[in-house]
């Protein structure tokens, strides 16, 4: 079995032994860990218990309700995902580069491009087995999944009101923020809102109608908001938050409503019910892509990155 050593440490780890602490620390529980890698309880927890010794720290809190990463093992979970990540790439690059079962996750807000540029990996890289996860989630996740490598990739934008908060996170977890695009603030409505015959909308537009926003959980303020300009949450009289884009897009249709956006749609994707419109704001956006930094890419981020650039209009 292969084995890492780490020079400042006199002892040896196993890469089985750090995929074990990633898979208990993915489903929070062992039993259900061990049925999903295929291992006997006992043994990944005496695995588990041995790496705790070895590296002189506590990973894991253990109760009835399960397990929980502790502060130090958070640390540990981070560099041990950077190592299995690094270790895929190297069997894929000099053992199997044709063969194997591709493994590749992105975290993104809800963009439509973002779904495309996915499809366009599956078709180039599935074959008959693969294990591809999108995961449409909120702001502070995306930071965190790859900041831990739990995505490869992440999708996510800035502006002039989040960039200080956005910006440090992406800092302070080791990230690196790449613009795609900047763009003018538009709004999705529904092709039979009041408002679909107008070539350019105002706020003062907008004010009848609710404001439909994606909640952010425990990170809901407007920094962590995907919609820009979101200090018409605060002033907007109707507001309804959801979690999924097949419910925003439903309330677009059913209630009038409006978000705010970069302005570009897939209709075969959302279907032709959903319009943009240009909103008569001086704001802008700049979405991107947020990737681990010093972490050498594998062939499906770097292609699901060019077909991000084809989905938003960027020539190569």
Same mark, same amino acid.
């Given at each position: 079995?292969?084995?890492?050593?780490?020079?400042?440490?006199?002892?040896?780890?196993?890469?089985?032994?750090?995929?074990?602490?990633?898979?208990?620390?993915?489903?929070?529980?062992?039993?259900?860990?061990?049925?999903?890698?295929?291992?006997?309880?006992?043994?990944?927890?005496?695995?588990?218990?041995?790496?705790?010794?070895?590296?002189?720290?506590?990973?894991?809190?253990?109760?009835?309700?399960?397990?929980?990463?502790?502060?130090?093992?958070?640390?540990?979970?981070?560099?041990?995902?950077?190592?299995?990540?690094?270790?895929?790439?190297?069997?894929?690059?000099?053992?199997?580069?044709?063969?194997?079962?591709?493994?590749?996750?992105?975290?993104?807000?809800?963009?439509?491009?973002?779904?495309?540029?996915?499809?366009?990996?599956?078709?180039?890289?599935?074959?008959?087995?693969?294990?591809?996860?999108?995961?449409?989630?909120?702001?502070?996740?995306?930071?965190?999944?790859?900041?831990?490598?739990?995505?490869?990739?992440?999708?996510?934008?800035?502006?002039?009101?989040?960039?200080?908060?956005?910006?440090?996170?992406?800092?302070?977890?080791?990230?690196?923020?790449?613009?795609?695009?900047?763009?003018? =603030?538009? +709004?999705?409505?529904?092709?039979?809102?009041?408002?679909?015959? &107008?070539?350019? %909308?105002? $706020? /003062?537009?907008? @004010?009848?109608?609710?404001?439909?926003?994606?909640?952010?959980?425990?990170?809901?303020?407007?920094?962590?908001?995907?919609?820009?300009?979101?200090?018409?949450?605060?002033?907007?009289?109707?507001?309804?938050?959801?979690?999924?884009?097949?419910?925003?897009?439903?309330?677009?249709?059913?209630?009038?409503?409006?978000?705010?956006?970069?302005?570009?749609?897939?209709?075969?994707?959302?279907?032709?019910?959903?319009?943009?419109?240009? =909103?008569? +704001?001086?704001?802008?956006?700049?979405?991107?892509?947020?990737? &681990?930094?010093? %972490?050498? $890419? /594998?062939?499906? @981020?770097?292609?699901?990155?060019?077909?991000?650039?084809?989905?938003?209009?960027?020539?190569?």
């Amino acid at each position: 079995m292969a084995r890492i050593k780490f020079s400042c440490y006199i002892g040896f780890m196993t890469l089985q032994q750090l995929k074990y602490v990633v898979a208990v620390a993915d489903f929070k529980n062992i039993t259900e860990a061990s049925r999903k890698i295929f291992v006997s309880q006992p043994s990944l927890t005496a695995s588990i218990r041995e790496l705790e010794d070895e590296m002189g720290i506590k990973i894991f809190s253990r109760s009835n309700k399960g397990v929980t990463v502790t502060n130090d093992g958070e640390q540990f979970l981070s560099y041990a995902r950077q190592i299995l990540e690094q270790a895929t790439l190297l069997e894929e690059r000099y053992k199997n580069p044709k063969g194997g079962n591709p493994i590749f996750s992105v975290s993104c807000q809800h963009y439509s491009f973002a779904v495309n540029a996915f499809v366009d990996v599956i078709r180039e890289f599935g074959g008959n087995k693969y294990d591809f996860t999108l995961r449409e989630t909120q702001t502070h996740e995306i930071i965190e999944d790859v900041a831990h490598l739990k995505s490869e990739v992440g999708v996510l934008y800035i502006s002039s009101k989040n960039e200080d908060v956005i910006s440090k996170l992406i800092r302070k977890n080791n990230l690196v923020f790449e613009s795609l695009f900047t763009t003018n =603030l538009n +709004v999705f409505i529904s092709k039979s809102s009041p408002l679909a015959e &107008k070539p350019f %909308i105002s $706020l /003062s537009d907008l @004010a009848p109608y609710p404001f439909l926003s994606y909640e952010q959980g425990d990170f809901n303020s407007f920094y962590y908001a995907e919609e820009p300009l979101t200090e018409i949450d605060f002033n907007c009289p109707k507001v309804i938050k959801v979690r999924d884009r097949a419910t925003l897009f439903n309330l677009l249709i059913g209630l009038d409503g409006y978000t705010i956006c970069s302005g570009i749609i897939s209709h075969k994707l959302n279907g032709a019910d959903i319009i943009s419109r240009p =909103l008569m +704001v001086e704001d802008k956006m700049t979405v991107g892509i947020v990737t &681990k930094k010093g %972490i050498a $890419l /594998s062939r499906y @981020a770097e292609m699901y990155i060019n077909s991000l650039k084809k989905h938003v209009g960027i020539k190569s």
